[in-house]
């Protein structure tokens, strides 16, 4: 549970922060939209099953249509973001599936300065055999697992991206539990509190002081001994404004206690770091990194310590090709109740867009997945090819 000296911690800061603020404008999007899209691929997969020594190949289809609506007044706006993919593979038909997410959102501006947001997400996604729950012993499962994740969030934000002060807070609920072989998943079903808060002040120019306090609470359902309290705490500095870059870093400190003496409390040091750097219109970089504690995602882990590393790069070759390229690094220590092993997992992939007209175009993509574990069954390589299609209504 949030103690008192935690929940008057959030109070104290929350004050604090509002009482500095300036009268400035609150931003709201601007203009009604409705896109769709509708993307299909064709591809090949040379280890399905994630597998250390029996690499299997299987080709595959997939069909994704994309929606977003947005209707905006001079105080309200609402949105609708909703997408779907369909998924269907050769030689493992039994791994048919389908992914959705749902994303409807509510602002309503209160004055010229404030701001209340309403924000919902509902999703469902297959988790592949030798991911996961089965990482390491895909061959234990006929077909993957299916996960369910909702989650509910009031917002109030003060200021605007131009104020001299801006505060942001904002409470919600997420819930996330298994679907499938419900005798062994149900102890990972999670319902978690949140609170969180950000608070930028201008100092110079275009330099903010930066300060977020989050306190998250999870509480494990059908296994109360994984049940705990996570406190973050940062502070730092971002340079927002400038259109060629944008850097933002914070430091700070994060702590997780559990409900019940089986596990041991455990603290780290903290960081968020993001950069986006543009030097010309055509040429956009993308950096972010931040370590964080992550909740128990086995059967019989309690929690991860997550450090994560990503890198995109775009680059519009001509008028009629994009380059795309991503990689991204989770070095992740697994904790036990009585050891610690370590998983690192590497992403990586590039593709070529081909611009056929404003509405239509041609995308060649690699993918790569890699595990190093200290469990040597858990390790494998991935890797995938596809051509896919994208028409934009």
Known sequence: MITKQQAFFLGSFLLSAFCSMAQQTSDLPQGNQFNLSLSSEFGTVDNFLFD????????????????????????????????????????????????????????????DNKTLSIKASHQQTYEYRGTGLSLGDAQSLNKGDEKQQSSFSLGYSYGSSYSTAQLAVELGAVQSKYQTRRHVTNQLDQDKLFANATFDYQLAGGTFLSSALEIQQIAFEHQ??????????????????????????????????????????DSAFKWRISWRWSPAESTNVTLASERDFAAANRLNDSYRLVDKHVMKFTQQLSDYFLLSANVGVNQEEVVYPDKRKSENYLRAGISVDYLMSDRVSLILNYQLSDLNADDMLFEYQRNSVSLGIKITI
Do not use: C
Not at 231 to 258: C, D, E, H, N
């Open 52 to 111: 250390n020594s029996d690499e299997q190949r299987t080709n595959y289809w997939s069909l994704s249509p994309e929606l977003y609506l947005q209707f905006v007044t001079d105080k309200q706006l609402f949105s609708f973001d909703a997408k779907t993919q369909l998924n269907k593979f050769s030689d493992f038909e039994q791994d048919d599936h389908s992914n959705i997410w749902l994303a409807p959102r509510y602002l309503y501006r209160l004055t």
């Open 224 to 265: 109360p001994i994984y049940d705990n309290t996570k406190l973050t705490a940062l502070i730092g500095m971002k340079w927002p404004k400038s259109v060629v870059s944008q850097f933002s870093l914070l430091l700070g400190y994060q702590k997780i206690r559990f409900e019940q003496p089986l596990f041991d409390d």
